[in-house]
T-cell receptor, first 109, second 116 residues
Framework: DAKTTQPNSMESNEEEPVHLPCNHSTISGTDYIHWYRQLPSQGPEYVIHGLTSNVNNRMASLAIAEDRKSSTLILHRATLRDAAVYYCILLPGTYKYIFGTGTRLKVLA | DSGVTQTPKHLITATGQRVTLRCSPRSGDLSVYWYQQSLDQGLQFLIHYYNGEERAKGNILERFSAQQFPDLHSELNLSSLELGDSALYFC???????????????FGPGTRLTVL
């Protein structure tokens, strides 16, 4: 199964950039890299996705390594509301939507 | 509000019992996904339905079953419940089949199941 590896937890100070890494060495050529996040007491929500090129949207940026075996979600200025669990997932992968345990981001005021 | 509704919000039951969780997808979405989230296991994919047909199965136990009805709502049936089945169960919906480049999944608020 296409699998991703993320650190269990990270901390950041408010108003500072945060770089959340994800390794996916078994990624296939047709897999898109998606990021979701889960705020406390809520279901996950979509953040961003990409295939090969770096991507930006209003929430975040996604930097994808040239060999596509890793990626980094960048929150440009972390706020307290960004405290959440961030999941990196390959889609369609094996169509088994392996979210894993994600990275718990703590934002310090 | 994602537009996905799940009922009930909370469910408390005893071991050995059977429960049904219900999910209504966003208007127009054809895909429905079920996930289980327990404290030590993270978010686990259970099953995916597209327009009434099962499309993919994850780590779904044989005691669990699901279906998607003609009006596209879905139900997850859990039987012979065990203490370890206590978890949050999320339903998500998306417009398309899984293979589309952006097939954003919209998650419901979840049903918290407690098995005593």
């Amino acid at each position: 199964d296409a699998k991703t590896t993320q650190p269990n937890s990270m901390e950041s100070n408010e108003e500072e950039p945060v770089h959340l890494p994800c390794n996916h060495s078994t990624i296939s050529g047709t897999d898109y890299i998606h990021w979701y996040r889960q705020l406390p007491s809520q279901g996950p929500e979509y953040v961003i996705h990409g295939l090969t090129s770096n991507v930006n949207n209003r929430m975040a940026s996604l930097a994808i390594a040239e060999d596509r075996k890793s990626s980094t979600l960048i929150l440009h200025r972390a706020t307290l509301r960004d405290a959440a669990v961030y999941y990196c997932i390959l889609l369609p992968g094996t169509y088994k939507y392996i979210f894993g345990t994600g990275t718990r981001l703590k934002v310090l005021a | 509000d994602s537009g996905v509704t799940q009922t009930p919000k909370h469910l408390i039951t005893a071991t050995g019992q059977r429960v049904t969780l219900r999910c209504s997808p966003r208007s127009g979405d054809l895909s429905v996904y079920w996930y289980q989230q327990s404290l030590d296991q993270g978010l686990q994919f259970l099953i995916h339905y597209y327009n009434g047909e099962e499309r993919a199965k994850g780590n779904i136990l044989e005691r669990f079953s699901a279906q998607q009805f003609p009006d596209l709502h879905s139900e997850l049936n859990l039987s012979s419940l065990e203490l370890g089945d206590s978890a949050l169960y999320f339903c998500a919906s998306s417009l398309r089949l899984a293979g589309a480049p952006l097939n954003e999944q919209f998650f419901g608020p979840g049903t918290r199941l407690t098995v005593l």
